[in-house]
T-cell receptor, first 111, second 108 residues
Framework: EPEVTQTPSHQVTQMGQEVILRCVPISNHLYFYWYRQILGQKVEFLVSFYNNEISEKSEIFDDQFSVERPDGSNFTLKIRSTKLEDSAMYFC?????????FGQGTRLTVV | SQQGEEDPQALSIQEGENATMNCSYKTSINNLQWYRQNSGRGLVHLILIRSNEREKHSGRLRVTLDTSKKSSSLLITASRAADTASYFCATRGGKLIFGQGTELSVKP
């Protein structure tokens, strides 16, 4: 069964560094998302991407964040100048329309 | 905001019992979805119910939707230890908005 894959599964980075989280969505899906889950808290929407552009973003998704679909398969989330509070699980999802298909997540730890 | 809020926040039951989780939301929706998350893992979609549907079944899962009350319930019948997980409702107007989740613990 097709699945969304995310790499790496765990990333440790120093405060102030830039990280790129990678996702390979399901190939025939049209909508792509990034979500974040801080430990013990709910899953929070960051950004949605459709037709090669951001369709919606939350107030969390400020200038520190950017997304890209550099080729036909990858979907990346870049976090510039990471802060301690960016430590969380980051989930990528893709959707043909309604249902979201989520990856296993990347655990980002900022030290 | 279109936010699903689940209750209870935590539920502990014995294997074989039924588990009922509730979700309330604030604004109009296209559909409501239930997801499951095993500890530290990704979310797996369980079931979707559209705004014009009142009840839906899938295996041991039964979902109801009351749009007049802006609420939904997820019933898991004959629970198993493997059902232990966090369960989230998510509402969809455009993006998916998740609630805080219900942590279900099923004891053997």
């Amino acid at each position: 069964e097709p699945e969304v894959t995310q790499t790496p599964s765990h990333q440790v980075t120093q405060m102030g560094q830039e990280v790129i989280l990678r996702c390979v969505p399901i190939s025939n899906h049209l909508y792509f998302y990034w979500y974040r889950q801080i430990l013990g808290q709910k899953v929070e929407f960051l950004v949605s991407f459709y037709n090669n552009e951001i369709s919606e973003k939350s107030e969390i998704f400020d200038d520190q964040f950017s997304v890209e679909r550099p080729d036909g398969s990858n979907f990346t989330l870049k976090i510039r100048s990471t802060k301690l509070e960016d430590s969380a699980m980051y989930f990528c999802a893709s959707s043909p329309g309604d249902l979201g298909f989520f990856g296993q997540g990347t655990r980002l730890t900022v030290v | 905001s279109q936010q699903g809020e689940e209750d209870p926040q935590a539920l502990s039951i014995q294997e074989g019992e039924n588990a009922t989780m509730n979700c309330s939301y604030k604004t109009s929706i296209n559909n409501l979805q239930w997801y499951r998350q095993n500890s530290g893992r990704g979310l797996v979609h369980l079931i979707l119910i559209r705004s014009n549907e009142r009840e839906k079944h899938s295996g041991r899962l039964r979902v109801t939707l009351d749009t007049s009350k802006k609420s939904s319930s997820l019933l898991i019948t004959a629970s198993r230890a493997a059902d232990t997980a966090s369960y989230f409702c998510a509402t969809r107007g455009g993006k998916l908005i998740f609630g805080q989740g219900t942590e279900l613990s099923v004891k053997p």
